[in-house]
């Protein structure tokens, strides 16, 4: 294993990423963009209603229109027994879903459990023609009373599913019921440490279903074969774990199915769920052609599995000297129509930048008649950390402790014990808290009126599991360099260039693909913050096999024991005798057996590495008149380990800052009393523009990892946690009013104005 | 059922072109599905996120919004034509140096739309970037770095 | 001695204690033993001879992918947490 070092060949060097030309021409394949011949083109006929019972699907009508080529309900799904099988997100601990709810979240059969709900698929000539198709399938339904919220579905008589019962850990709660799990973390002894605190500051706070809002809507193409192989070509997070879903969805082994994964237009965790591929491959099967389905923006709205909205309580009680003595969070998340909210990651997360002695999490998940939530980027962490933040800003305030300095005073670090039970290992957290307290932006004199700084942190606990990479020597000393990890933002550089350091190569020397389930062992999700981290991992250990090859090589062609052969700057040398040398050019030119070198690495779930803390410095500007939120300044300050392509580190930095903007400010559903959403557009739900923002200022904290040959945590979520709850803190010391839902979009900011104002006219006229 | 089809005759790219659309097909749908121009990406099929921008003589149109038979007679400048066999166009590579990109799929469109400014004003300030950037979203980068490309490749233009 | 943290919701089994030791050099024998003391324990943590869907274990500070298979030494922390699922990435 390599120590870490300051000073690398390659490591933290900005290269051309190697896809770059083909993404900047128009070149690079996504999947709306794909085509075989002999294609047909499908579209999906969806509930319209939130809660019923299923009593007829008549395709008759639809049948006959010219064109059409296939229909297919639930009923053609064939083969597998009702057994537990593992999907992408639930890898991760073991977890496991029952393949009904999988089946019908793809083709309903026997209830309609959320508007959007695929319920039918045709297969003909054109997609207007599938369009028009699916406008002439009768469904006939009975209704039943929708549960839109946490509180409808832990109190209403309306139960969504008969066979429900609550998981516990372990066991299963008996009865029926709308909660799926609860979780309960504790540490010492809460309720007698609330007793001793000084000062105490407890809120509910809510916030609104928000979108992952990828550009690339999903999109699918499966061809099933006459031979019972399956191929199927899709944007996804995951192609094995999808090839695995798919497989057990359609009833088959998962060697007779191959996802080809091709460029992705986003994801950012909404597309690790399958939702078209195993359509595609029904009307492929029932047709005899090919099948492309592709999704428009508004099924993306409200058919794939936005983040949850929730229902928090947090209380945090504190000692005069800003010692936090005791903390308690209540966490209600809706999971939509089936088992799964992030609520458990949300529990693992609401606490974690700190050392408390006594804490309380109950955490809920939720059933609801709406979409089956989906990952959104660290899910789970960004609600907990908004009610989290929020309070902590609030104890800062009372006791007149600087925000900064309050978090620094409780900061957790290595061996603080977490509330679920273990300690940390190497983390950045108090470095990231002391850069903001040190950086220029949080020192700086604010002049302006209306005008407000708020600062938070946030957590994520990154995942390791399994990655497989192997690497070709070429004849002209260039490696091919072939993973599995889908590619959404230049990870196959950054993969490549941990291979190139170990072999002392330029990353242009290194030829990375990102090829197919047939082509390369089973590599997990690019999710998780983990590709760079983990694959970057299997492909420094296929670089050392290479390496390891061509020392064995060279010391047969010295005729010296391979013991006695370094490596160093590119050249092969013996140790005894300095004449002895080679160039690696000229050894990878020899002939002989090809070297062929192996990586395959699996890293563990979750808290691979330690994680990642990333905090955040915001500026706003507040209109009094209208409650418009100018954001002055934002800085992202982040522990990435060890930064092996600072721009793209960057990159994930100003992403997932920005989209905490628009969660910040504006971004939510808006939801009829039927369940119905009703700013299903990007007019309508309001994603930030560049007009919107200022520059983003990104500062990388290092704190290598323990174990990672370069110390490397991943860095694609933790910068999302912390913006709402920053904002959130700006608004209050703009205005004066503590802010407890999201989004805090103009209305709810002058509402919330207004009703400060009366209250002081009201304590005034006592 | 199908519509009887149009003829439509267009300069794409440099190039005399000629196709056959149904008068419900959008220009969008023309460059990619009858002219396998695939280049050019549908985001929303409703205006709102600039990912299928494009040239239409001289102005920038979203062309989901276009439809296929306004082609007609008109000159269109889509993604494909903005590299020469001599190279990339200095905004192309100013977006690879400057690392303006992660999963790419708004790239085009921010391309398109950023020539056209740099062809107006060679010099915007970074409020004039923002500004006509607007109609194009990015989920990815925030951003920042977009308009840290588009200075960069105004700079090289200008420099001749 | 091992150190094994009972999750909360099983503590009503242990008489509320959060950290119990037991002497083990497997997970098996670990949670055999747990059972004795504490009776209730194995049918919360096992579902035939394996852990229970929906729990994973912590040696230390690392999530065991094949946490039967571990070798357990003196001084170890043993944790049993909810499985993280539906969304974790």
């Not at chain 1, 709810?101 to 695929?118: E, F």
């Not at chain 1, 903001?436 to 009126?449: A, L, R, V």
């Not at chain 2, 460059?31 to 929303?44: A, F, H, I, S, Y």
Request: with cysteine; glycine share 10%.
């Amino acid at each position: 294993m390599a120590t870490v070092k300051k000073d690398y060949k390659v490591i933290g060097s900005r290269p051309v990423r190697h896809d770059g030309v083909d993404k900047v021409t128009g070149k690079a394949i996504y999947s709306a963009d794909f085509s075989i011949s002999d294609l047909l083109h499908g579209k999906v006929l969806r509930s319209p209603v939130a809660h019923a019972v299923i009593k007829k699907i008549d395709t008759s009508k639809a049948e006959k229109l010219a064109g059409v080529r296939a229909i297919v309900t639930a009923k053609d799904f064939i083969g597998s027994s009702d057994k537990n099988i593992e999907t992408a997100e639930d890898r991760n601990e073991g977890e496991t879903t029952r393949l009904k709810y999988l089946r019908d979240n793809v083709l309903a059969s026997d209830k309609l459990l959320y508007i959007g709900q695929p319920v039918a698929a045709v297969a003909a000539t054109s997609s207007h023609i599938a369009e028009e198709a699916v406008s002439l399938i009768e469904l006939e339904f009975e209704t039943l009373e929708p549960v839109l919220n946490t509180t409808q579905g832990l109190n209403s008589k309306s139960i969504i599913h008969q066979e429900l019962e609550t998981k516990e850990l372990g066991t299963k709660v008996p009865g029926k019921t709308n909660l799926a799990e609860h979780i309960q973390h504790k540490l010492g002894d809460p309720e007698e440490a609330f007793k001793h605190a000084e000062i105490i500051v407890e809120r509910e706070l809510t916030t609104e279903t928000v979108h992952q809002g990828y550009i690339e809507p999903h999109a699918a193409t499966a061809s099933w074969s006459n031979d019972g192989r399956i191929t199927v070509w899709c944007s996804t997070q995951g192609a094995f774990p999808a090839r695995d879903t798919t497989a057990d969805i359609l009833g088959v082994p998962i060697s007779q199915v191959k996802v080809v994964p091709l460029e992705i237009g986003g994801g950012f965790g909404g597309k690790i769920p399958v939702y078209l591929e195993p359509v595609a491959a029904l009307l492929s099967r029932a047709s005899g052609h090919p099948v492309k389905l592709v999704m428009s923006r508004k099924e993306v709205f409200e058919c794939t599995g936005p983040t949850p909205g929730t229902l928090m309580r947090v209380k945090i009680g504190a000692d005069k000297s800003g010692k936090f003595l005791a903390a308690q969070a209540h966490l209600e998340f809706e999971a939509g129509a089936f088992p799964g909210s992030p609520v458990a990651a949300g529990s693992y997360c609401v606490f974690a930048p700190y050392e408390i002695p006594n804490i309380l999490i109950d955490g809920y998940d939720v059933i609801v008649n709406k979409a089956k939530t989906a990952a959104y980027r660290a899910p789970g962490a960004t609600m907990a950390a908004f009610a989290t933040e929020t309070v902590i800003d609030e104890v800062a305030e009372k006791l007149q402790i600087d925000p900064a300095e309050l978090r620094l005073i409780n900061t957790a670090k290595k061996g603080t014990r977490r509330a679920d039970g273990p300690v940390y290992p190497t983390i950045g957290c108090e470095e990231v808290i002391k850069t903001i307290k040190d950086s220029e932006h949080y020192n700086s004199p604010i002049t302006e009126p209306h005008v407000g700084r708020g600062i938070a942190i946030g957590y994520w606990f990154n995942v390791g599991l399994e990655s497989a990479c192997t690497i070709s020597l070429s004849k002209n000393g260039t490696i091919n360099l072939i993973e599995g990890s889908t590619d959404i933002g230049g990870t196959r550089t950054s993969i490549a260039m941990q291979a190139a350091e170990v072999l002392g190569l330029l990353p242009e020397e290194v030829i990375p693909s990102v090829v197919d389930t047939d082509s390369i062992g089973f590599t997990s999700v690019t999710g998780g913050s983990r590709t760079t981290y983990a694959t970057g991992w299997a492909a420094y250990e296929a670089a050392i096999d290479v390496k390891n090859q061509m020392i064995t090589k060279v010391a047969g062609i010295w005729s010296i024991d391979a013991d006695n052969v370094e490596f160093e700057d590119g050249v092969f040398f013996s140790k005894q005798d300095t004449e002895l040398k080679m160039s690696f050019k000229e050894l990878a030119s020899k002939s002989g057996a090809p070297i062929v070198g192996r990586g395959s690495v699996s890293k563990g779930g979750m808290g691979a590495g330690g994680g990642s803390f990333a905090g955040a410095i915001v500026d706003v500007k507040i209109d009094p008149e209208t409650g418009k939120t100018t954001v002055l300044r934002f800085t992202c300050v982040q522990d990435a380990g060890k930064a092996i392509y600072p721009s793209f580190v960057e990159g994930q930095m100003q992403g997932g800052s920005v989209q905490g903007i628009g969660w910040a400010l504006n971004e939510e559903y808006f939801m009829t009393d039927d369940g119905r959403m009703t700013n299903s557009s990007l007019l309508d739900y309001r994603m930030p523009t560049s007009l919107d923002l200022p520059m983003i200022e990104t500062i990388i904290v290092e704190v290598p990892s323990d174990g990672h040959p370069y110390g490397v945590r991943g860095v694609g979520e933790a910068n999302i946690v912390s913006p709402p709850a920053a904002v959130a803190n700006a608004i209050y010391h703009a205005t004066g009013v503590r802010q407890s839902r999201l989004p805090m979009n103009p209305a709810s900011i002058t509402k919330g104005i207004q009703d400060h104002r009366s209250d002081i006219l009201n304590s005034m006229n006592c | 059922m199908t519509q009887s089809k149009t003829y439509v005759r267009c300069v794409i790219n440099g190039e005399d072109t000629e196709f056959l659309c149904e008068p419900r097909q959008s220009l969008l749908e023309c460059l990619r599905d009858v002219l396998r121009l695939t280049g050019t990406k549908e985001g929303c099929n409703d205006g709102n996120c600039g990912a299928c921008t494009i040239m239409l003589d001289d102005r920038i149109v979203t062309s989901c919004l276009v439809l296929g038979v306004e082609a007609n007679g008109k000159t269109i400048t889509t993604i494909e034509g903005m590299a020469s066999p001599d190279g990339l166009h200095p905004v192309q590579q100013a977006f690879l140096e400057e690392a303006a990109l992660q999963c790419g799929i708004c790239t085009p469109g921010f391309l398109i739309a950023s020539k056209a400014l740099l062809d107006t004003n060679p010099n915007p300030t970074e409020e004039e970037i923002r500004f006509w950037l607007a109609n194009n979203l990015c989920r990815c980068t925030g951003y920042d770095k977009i308009v840290r490309a588009v200075v960069k490749a105004g700079e090289k233009i200008r420099e001749g | 001695m091992l150190q094994v943290f009972i999750p909360s919701l099983m503590r009503k089994l242990t008489n509320d204690k959060h950290v119990v030791e037991i002497n083990a050099t497997s997970i098996t024998e670990l949670i055999n033993k747990l059972d004795i003391e504490y009776p209730g324990m194995k049918e919360q943590l096992t579902e035939g001879n394996l852990i229970k869907d929906g729990l994973s274990v912590v040696i230390n500070d690392e999530i065991s992918n094949n946490p039967l298979l571990e070798q357990l030494k003196d001084g170890f922390e043993i944790h049993f947490v909810p499985t993280i699922g539906g969304g974790n990435y």
